[in-house]
């Protein structure tokens, strides 16, 4: 099997996990929760985002958060934007990275936005505009690019419409986001080598919603064909209140655990992630989505009295 001798994972939990949560996390407990996710080793953290408050109260405090944590050399925290006040709510709370999303769906994109997913990534100029005004670096997630619920196959040149929509404003870090959880390995295989052919100068993110367990070996698909970034969400928490369903994001712990044992380097550490994981067990008091966290590590097997 071929795999990459390392790869770079997202941690995603503290934005697509909590912002579906009903208990809200005080910024006292995100803040510890982010300091220890820096500790466990990673370099990219989603920390929040700039929806508004009203639409999404679980981040209505992202930009204290921000303000909280300060800048952390060599670590890239970065938020989730709607539109230009995003940018502006980056600029003034210290955010140096943002990401922008778009559905590839054409017609849920029809319906709530009246506009194709092309033109409303063309009407992204202005974001990118301000950004880099201002030293903020912007990236851009197509969701859905595998398939939806409402239409099923996503169509190849619909998704390679969005990705040079967004080469067009200037954004050339892309996630290929499968929110729906419908994504399935061969066709992950095939779309990753394809954007990756056509587009060299991009940069590809991969996020995967493990709603019907396919997770895992998407992301191992992606792997085998060259990818190296994922988003991944300790405790597995998340879902997608667009999406019948929708169950979070794949466990950080499983994805680390599985690269451990695999021999790809992540430079996380999965215990000091588990450990996060039962924290935020806690704080949301319920069951969380992963199987590492059940089971322990493999080995930890080793030498254990049985
Ligand atoms: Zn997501």
């Not at 300091?35 to 679980?58: C, N, T, W």
């Not at 709607?82 to 922008?100: E, H, S």
């Not at 994504?183 to 991009?202: D, G, I």
């Not at 021999?263 to 806690?282: C, F, N, Q, W, Y």
């Amino acid at each position: 099997m071929k795999l990459p001798s390392s790869v770079t994972l997202c941690e995603v939990g503290l934005r697509d996990g909590l912002q579906n949560e009903k208990t809200l996390l005080s910024t006292d407990e995100k803040v510890e929760l982010l300091r220890g996710l820096i500790d466990a080793g990673y370099r990219v953290i989603e920390v929040g985002s700039f929806m508004h408050p009203k639409a999404v109260p679980q981040m209505a405090d992202t930009d204290e958060v921000y303000r909280r944590i300060g800048a952390v050399p060599g670590v890239e925290l970065r938020a989730l934007i709607p539109n230009l006040r995003g940018v502006q709510r980056a600029v003034d709370c210290g955010c140096k990275k943002v990401k922008l999303n778009v559905s590839a769906s054409r017609m849920h994109n029809l319906k709530n936005l009246n506009m194709t997913p092309e033109q409303s990534v063309a009407g992204f100029a202005g974001c990118v505009e301000a950004a880099s005004a201002n030293g903020i670096a912007i990236s851009g997630s197509i969701s859905m690019p595998f398939a939806s619920p409402w239409e099923g196959r996503t169509p190849v040149e619909d998704v390679d419409a969005i990705i040079e929509a967004y080469l067009k404003v200037g954004i050339r870090e892309i996630s290929l986001s499968d929110a729906s959880g419908m994504a399935v390995p061969n066709q992950v295989s095939e779309l990753c080598a394809h954007v990756q052919e056509k587009y060299p100068e991009a940069s590809w993110w991969l996020h995967f919603h493990n709603t019907r367990g396919m997770a895992m070996a998407n992301i191992l698909a992606a792997m085998e064909v060259g990818m190296t970034q994922f988003d991944s969400s300790f405790g597995g928490l998340g879902g997608c209140p667009f999406v019948p369903g929708a169950a979070g994001n794949i466990s950080s712990e499983d994805v680390i655990h599985m690269c451990d044992e695999m021999g790809v380097e992540t430079g996380v550490d999965v215990v000091k992630v588990m450990a996060l994981s039962r924290r935020l067990r806690d704080l949301l008091d319920h069951n969380l989505e992963s199987y590492v966290l059940r089971a322990g590590r493999s080995s930890d097997l080793i030498g254990s009295k049985s």
